[in-house]
Every structure is written in C-alpha cells, then in structure tokens.
C-alpha cells in the first residue's frame, strides 16, 4: 500500500517564526489534505488540494500540491501559540473506496 | 451544517469487560463513516469503514467490530476488551462525490483499559 513520509517528526519555534513541513510518497496521489490536532481532540481538516501544482491559503496557512504528484508542502507564516498542535497530512490516489493513507504527523511547540 | 458526535468521551473499562462506542452525524445524509484508533504514538489507524447501512470494511483483524444500524449511526464494540485496546478512539464521515476524500472527525473518546 501507499506510504506517506512526513517531515519532521517535531519542531520547536519561537512565536513569530514562519513554519514548513512536508509530506513525501511512494505512490501519486490525486488529493492532499491536511488536519491539525488539538490535544485531546479530533483532527480539523485545513486545506484539501486536488490539483497538481496547485497552492491553497486559509488564513496564514498556505499549502501546495506538489508538480510531481507525490509531494505536498504545508507553511505557516508568523506563527503564534495557538498553532501548538499535531499536524497531518493525508493522501488519496482515484477510485476505491474514499480512504486516505495519513502521515504520522508533525508536533509544532510555540515558544511565547 | 453537519456535525459529529461521540460518546462517551472518556471511558475506564476493565480487562475482559465489553465496549460499546457510539458515533451519530447529523446534517447529511448517506455519509460514509470510519473509526479510528490513535496511539500514544499519535499516528491514526484506520479499524472500520462504512459505505452504507449494514456495510461494514475491516482494516485490521482484532476483537473489535463495527456495526452501522442506522444511516447516521456507527457503532464501535467489543465483548472482551484487552489491555491493548487502550487509545483515543476516533469517529469520522465524509460526503459524496469527490469530496468523499475530505474526513471530518469527532471529539474522540478516551479509552483505558486496566
């Protein structure tokens, strides 16, 4: 099956500071998506992209699918405490039944 | 709009003991449905998904099962829970078409089997 490798594992920032991670597969992939965890909470889901090369913002977040199809980029810009959290990536290649494969996730600590 | 919701939210359950978890969507209908277990490790593993009523795919073979009796309404149970069923238990729908890629999950329920 697919595998998504997503980079890094934890990043500790000082508030202020633009964050960027990235997700990588094996596979290609026709839809990236990309949650955030609160702790003790479900995943909220920040931008789905369906289009390569196509780039999506929500609000100082913005999120690229990659040209090759198996690549996808999340950025932060001035980041502030409240983007502490888990974040996910999640990928899905046509057809079959609708299951993404997820990343394993990056822990984003905010400095004040 | 749509919501989700799980009960209960926190659960302590002893070994051998069954399970019963609960998950409802409103404002939609004919959703697809799935749970998930989340470690202390946090990544997410697909246990159960549901197309449709009395439709039920298992992604992983365990004592759990999964029960989908009404439209709206996923079940999560076991007879027999084991020390290993620990975790953050996750509900989650998505729509038609294609956007049946985009998942919305539920507020989870903590499990901790002892």
């Known amino acids: 099956g697919q595998q998504l490798n997503q980079s890094p594992q934890s990043m500790f920032i000082q508030e202020g500071e633009d964050v960027s991670m990235n997700c990588t597969s094996s596979?290609?992939?026709?839809?990236w998506l990309w949650y955030k965890q609160d702790p003790g909470e479900g995943p909220v889901l920040l931008i789905a992209?369906?289009?390569?090369?196509e780039l999506t913002s929500n609000g100082r977040l913005t999120a690229q699918f990659g040209i090759t199809r198996k690549d996808s980029f999340l950025n932060i810009s001035a980041s502030i405490p409240s983007d502490v959290g888990i974040y996910f990536c999640a990928g899905s290649t046509p057809g079959g039944s609708y299951i993404p494969t997820f990343g394993r996730g990056t822990s984003l600590i905010v400095h004040p | 709009s749509q919501t989700i919701h799980q009960w209960p939210a926190t659960l302590v359950q002893p070994v051998g003991s069954p399970l019963s978890l609960e998950c409802t969507v409103e404002g939609t209908s004919n959703p697809n449905l799935y749970w998930y277990r989340q470690a202390a490790g946090r990544g997410l593993q697909l246990l159960f998904y549901s197309v449709g009523i009395g439709q039920i795919s298992s992604e992983v073979p365990q004592n759990l099962s999964a029960s989908r009796p009404q439209d709206r309404q996923f079940i999560l149970s076991s007879k027999k829970l084991l020390l290993s069923d620990s975790g953050f238990y996750l509900c989650?729908?998505?729509?038609?078409?294609?956007?049946?890629?985009?998942?919305?999950f539920g507020p989870g329920t903590r499990l901790t089997v002892t």
């Open positions: 596979s290609i992939f026709n839809t």
């Open positions: 989650a729908w998505s729509g038609p078409g294609h956007r049946s890629y985009e998942q919305y």
């Open positions: 992209l369906y289009k390569a090369g």
